[in-house]
């Protein structure tokens, strides 16, 4: 059963129970199907078509459908061994979206660390605020803007998937809005924050540009990532982060590791 097949269905059928068993039983089958279950300990299907989330381990979302299947089970499922941040530890989450990574991060590093999650999209930043809020989170620090390698405004490319808007055009979407970027060692360091400890990025196809602004950061070589890959060569990306310790930088291209010759599938969910 397709998204958009419930979605014709779900005009057809007058308000009430039709419709809101046909939603429950869409979302459980997918909730099923990617493996989430062992995670979630309640939902609650809202009017407006977002979900309400409360997962086992305390943690709570009000969050897009879709964000929710595809971001928990990247950062929850397949993603979780590569996630090597601890207690007092600075993260960046660049491309934080609506916050699922921004919030699980926050919680484990504790009130003595900090996470810098950036996120350029305004329907994104409404969910990232509000899901900080939910968690009663006081050590994130929030940038309303894109990455790149030189401060100014670029076009953010707006799909239909709240997790796929880009700075780099594709010929499928031609929605979009303008928005403020800047280098990633500017951001850190008009925080004031001395030192980075670990950053995932996921930033649809502006993985270069994003690195290129962020070289004084990626001097540090205790520094940690993880980077999914959207159409860079993988040989830019490691040129980029070299002087990183060995088997610190993780690259995921369509869910595949693709650095230190490593190919295999990490998950059999896909």
């Not at 039709?18 to 989430?36: Q, S, T």
Request: net charge positive.
């Amino acid at each position: 059963m397709s998204v958009s097949m419930v979605t014709t269905i779900s005009k057809i059928l007058p308000d009430g129970n039709p419709k809101e068993n046909l939603r429950r039983l869409f979302y459980h089958h997918l909730y099923n199907n990617y493996a989430l279950n062992g995670l979630i300990k309640k939902i609650d299907l809202l009017h407006d078509g977002t979900i309400f989330l409360k997962l086992n381990n305390g943690l709570v979302f009000h969050v897009p459908f879709w964000d929710a299947v595809w971001q928990l089970r990247e950062h929850f499922i397949l993603y979780e061994k590569y996630h090597v941040f601890k207690e007092g530890d600075t993260i960046v989450d660049a491309g934080a979206n609506v916050g699922i990574f921004t919030i699980k991060a926050a919680k484990t590093v504790g009130a003595q660390g900090v996470v810098i999650a950036i996120e350029p999209s305004l329907d994104n930043l409404k969910f990232l605020e509000t899901n900080i809020k939910l968690n009663d989170l006081k050590n994130t620090i929030v940038v309303r803007k894109g990455l790149w390698n030189k401060k100014g405004r670029k076009k953010l490319y707006l799909s239909y998937m709240p997790g796929s808007h880009s700075l780099i055009y594709r010929e499928n979407i031609d929605r979009f809005s303008e928005i403020e970027v800047d280098k990633l060692d500017s951001i850190v360091k008009e925080t004031g924050i001395k030192k980075v400890d670990f950053i995932k990025m996921d930033i649809e196809g502006a993985e270069v540009e994003a690195l290129e602004g962020a070289r004084q950061i990626l001097r540090n070589d205790d520094l940690k990532m993880i980077i999914e890959l959207h159409g860079n060569p993988i040989q830019k990306v490691m040129a980029l982060t070299r002087n990183l310790a060995p088997g610190s930088t993780f690259m995921f291209q369509n869910y595949k590791l693709v650095n230190n010759v490593k190919t295999r599938r990490e998950t059999e969910l896909w």
